[in-house]
């Protein structure tokens, strides 16, 4: 409930602008049930962060669950990641506060982004050992640019059309990187992303 | 002397907690004199946002100045806005105000990222036309690819190392990426990124 109120908040004014009485009045509760849940505006948007973090590795599960095939799943990542950007309070708060937080708030946090860089790396390394991804292609750099990427084409995806274009984004983006990432002739069968982007 | 005082206010402290009382402090002038030239902290965070954007045609310019081959200018461009952003503070700070102004402000200011995209759009086009750049990729969808893959690693390199990593990191996007984008056998002569490096 606390959480809710302040990601809506967080997400469309962003921190600063945010004040506790402002996300007090959106929960609906008193002033002091607020604090005896959380102490500080901090303290809820610290809250927020970790549940975006959290939903990650469950994100990943479900994508492995689906996509036997290294390439596909990684492929698929990126659209399921966007499905919750675009949909998801919490991860839409959560990113902003990760850009405005200050520097003593975000130390009491883990680093973003390098979370998701290992596991695409493990997938990529995985998927290279099964003949399913490229052997050709370097697993750390290669996370790190699809990671980067990813990020920044949800953030320029937002601020110009609310998310509208991600997923538009994404094809244009595979469309790019995917050939370099299918195993040379006679590896697995090759991936496709024409059913992740529905 | 404000736009360069306030530019520091905003890039390590953000918009909203950088007020203008901290940047008259910052430039040594007299209250008045500031209020003189810019009415409201607001209007110098127009300003800088404008001195960015006014920077990049002349940063294409000189680009195009020393690479005529097409694929040449355009890894190019991104190596030369990596180092402007790892190195001018006015850049530094309009990136950071893009993000956290409010809307209204934003609404004065030309959209983001999409003079990017139109320039590197016409560049992959002409390239194309001179064999330069592989017929097989849609310029469109290929430059805001490019664009928003660019803002992402900065914005990670900058969160995670303070931009120390950007130029590996573009090293490693462009690996993964210009064999897409080089001509087909029998084309112009291939690009080369290892001259953009340094």
């Known amino acids: ?13 962003g921190y600063a602008s945010a004040s506790l009485n402002d996300i007090v009045a959106g929960t609906g509760m008193t002033k002091g049930a607020v604090y005896w849940h959380f102490p500080s505006k ?35 990542c990126t659209y399921k990641a966007a499905e919750q950007f675009s949909s998801d309070l919490t991860t839409q708060a959560g990113k902003r506060l990760l850009a405005e937080l200050p520097a003593d708030a975000l130390a009491k946090l883990p680093q973003p982004y390098v979370g998701w860089q290992g596991a695409l790396c493990s997938l990529i390394t995985d998927g290279q050992r099964r003949g399913e991804i490229n052997d050709a292609v370097e697993p750390e750099g290669t996370a790190q640019a699809v990671v980067a990427s990813f990020f920044g084409m949800q953030q320029v995806s937002w601020e110009l059309t609310g998310r ?3 997923v538009g984004r994404l094809d244009n983006f595979w469309k790019l990187v995917l050939p370099q ?18």
Chains 1, 2 share one sequence.
């Open 181 to 198: 990432l299918r195993p040379a002739a006679g590896g697995a069968a090759a991936a496709d992303t024409s059913g992740e982007a529905g």
């Open 164 to 166: 509208r274009d991600l």
């Open 42 to 76: 901090e303290e809820i948007a610290l809250e927020i962060v970790r549940q975006m973090y959290a939903s990650w590795p469950p994100l990943l599960g479900s994508v492995m669950a689906v996509h036997a095939n290294a390439l596909d799943a990684l492929v698929a």
């Open 1 to 13: 409930m606390i959480v809710e109120a302040a990601a809506t908040l967080f997400s469309t004014r």
